[in-house]
């Protein structure tokens, strides 16, 4: 492949602002080799004829329409080319890949939430539990040593 020089060639944010889409939509497109990445250092420029190719669609004798009549004319079928079918294909496993990681990450935030209420009952028996232990340490306080010592029954006599 022969160097582009640097008129030739753009950035991400270039290219999709060129084609109208999101720099996320470039990136796939360059994922998937709908582009090519040109790297330069630590930055990444396509080819701006192959932002123009994408952009600006096929002369009409090229391309064969998406939608033909059915034989028995009540339903339509669908042609694809083939690059596009296997995009589809492609973007359709990731999303099912994606599905599945999400559905793990639910159920692992069900156990962790379940857990999460169990210490929170927890602690709050614990607080309850040690409320009532310091209204003991105040009762305790407040009397003399010797009913402390003693119990509640006995006297201090004079004398």
């Known amino acids: 492949m022969k160097k ?3 008129e030739q060639k753009v950035t991400i944010k270039a290219a999709a602002k ?5 720099k996320g939509t ?12 040109i790297k330069d250092g630590a930055q990444v420029y396509i080819l701006m004829d192959e932002i123009r190719a994408l952009r ?5 004798s090229q391309v064969t329409p998406p939608v033909r009549p059915s034989s028995d004319g009540d339903g339509a079928t669908v042609s694809l080319d083939r690059g596009h079918y296997e995009e589809l294909l492609t973007r359709l496993g990731q999303l099912e890949s994606e599905n ?9 935030m069900v156990d962790t939430k379940a857990a999460l209420n169990q210490k929170e009952k927890n602690l709050q028996q614990a607080e309850a539990k040690l409320h009532m232990m310091e209204e003991e340490l105040r009762r305790l306080k407040k009397m003399g040593w010797w009913k402390r010592v ?7 006599t004079g004398g």
């Open 4 to 6: 582009a020089s640097k």
């Open 18 to 22: 060129a084609l109208g889409v999101s």
């Open 26 to 37: 470039v990136i796939h497109y360059l994922n998937n080799g709908r582009l090519t990445r």
């Open 56 to 60: 600006d669609p096929a002369p009409a």
């Open 100 to 108: 599945k990681d999400l559905a793990k990450y639910r159920d692992s």
């Open 150 to 156: 003693f119990g509640r029954g006995w006297r201090m």
